[in-house]
């Protein structure tokens, strides 16, 4: 399963990237969503590279037929690395389900946009389970990624207001 969304955000790429890299922008972007144990073990920007490594648990409403073969709450690693690309930047992230056969990886983008900057967000979400694994991955594009980066960007968006004022 597939999906990509962009995102405007009334901010420069630097100042966006800089969120990005700001530690508590990405635990309270988590916490937001109800995600909880947030730990950050890796977080440098530098030039031309931004690295972030981060672990949190999630809870999930599964549908009926996943109960059986996916748990509720699970903990999720998480890897991002954005490199400087010309003007923009482009990155790659991927995410750990812990103890379940379901990655999640894609690409980023950053791209200035008049006086702000336009985010993309490629995502491919990919279930190893036989006969469900393709059903399960397509629920999870359409509802928990979809709903996750739309929280995200909402996440960014009153960050963003709240540095700015």
């Known amino acids: 399963m597939e999906l990509s969304e962009s995102h405007d955000y009334d901010a420069s790429i630097d100042t966006v990237l800089a969120m990005f890299a700001n530690r508590d922008a990405i635990t309270e972007r988590y916490t937001s969503m109800g995600h ?8 440098d920007l530098n030039a031309s590279q931004l690295r972030i490594t981060s672990s949190r648990v999630v809870d999930v409403e599964l549908p009926s037929f996943a109960k059986k073969v996916l748990k509720p709450t699970n903990t999720m690693v998480q890897t991002d690395v954005w490199e400087h690309d010309g003007q923009a930047w482009k990155g790659t992230f ?14 980023m983008r950053l791209v200035p946009n008049g006086e ?5 967000v490629a995502i ?11 059903k399960i991955a397509d629920w999870i594009g359409k509802n928990d990624a979809r709903r996750t980066l739309t929280e995200e960007f909402a996440a960014a968006d009153r960050w963003l207001k709240t540095a700015n004022s």
């Open 36 to 43: 909880r144990n947030i730990t950050i073990t890796e977080c």
């Open 94 to 107: 991927n995410v750990e389900v812990q103890g379940a056969p379901v990655k999640i990886s894609g690409t």
């Open 116 to 120: 702000g900057c336009t985010h993309t």
């Open 124 to 134: 491919r979400v990919d279930v190893k389970i036989p006969i469900v694994g393709g």
